[in-house]
């Protein structure tokens, strides 16, 4: 069982940064690959970035390429997003999710366990 909490959300305007942070319990952190998703109001849950569980591949949603990045810290059993130049359209709940031995797979049904999100959003 993982639990996941995010944090750092918040209200910026357009071009600023903002750093997400998830935070999981348990100890077996280092085996889960890590992924953020956001939802918008009024649409889908979509795919922002993901890392596997060793940290050496993450993949990225061609929206946010060169602006997102997403890092580990098993020491600390967090995941970040550091999201540059924000736009207004980049305005959603981000969600943190976890999927246990997983290889930064940008499908929702890879992962098992989510947090309850946090909300960012981009004024213009």
């Given at each position: 069982q993982v639990q996941l909490v995010e944090s750092g959300?918040?209200?910026?305007?357009t071009g600023g940064s903002l750093r997400l942070s998830c935070a999981a319990s348990g100890r077996t952190f280092s085996r889960y690959a890590?992924?953020?998703f956001r939802q918008a109001p009024g649409?889908?849950?979509?795919?922002?970035?993901?890392?596997?569980?060793?940290g050496g591949s993450t993949a990225y949603a061609d929206s946010v390429k060169g602006r997102f990045t997403i890092s580990r810290d098993n020491a600390k059993n967090t995941v970040y997003l550091q999201m540059n130049s924000l736009k207004p359209?980049?305005?959603a709940v981000?969600?943190?999710?976890a999927d246990q031995y997983g290889s930064s797979s940008p499908r929702e049904?890879?992962?098992?366990y989510w947090g309850q999100g946090t909300q960012v959003t981009v004024s213009s």
């Open positions: 959300g918040g209200l910026v305007q890590m992924g953020w649409k889908e849950r979509e795919f922002v970035a993901a890392i596997s569980w060793t359209e980049d305005t981000y969600y943190c999710a049904s890879q992962y098992e």
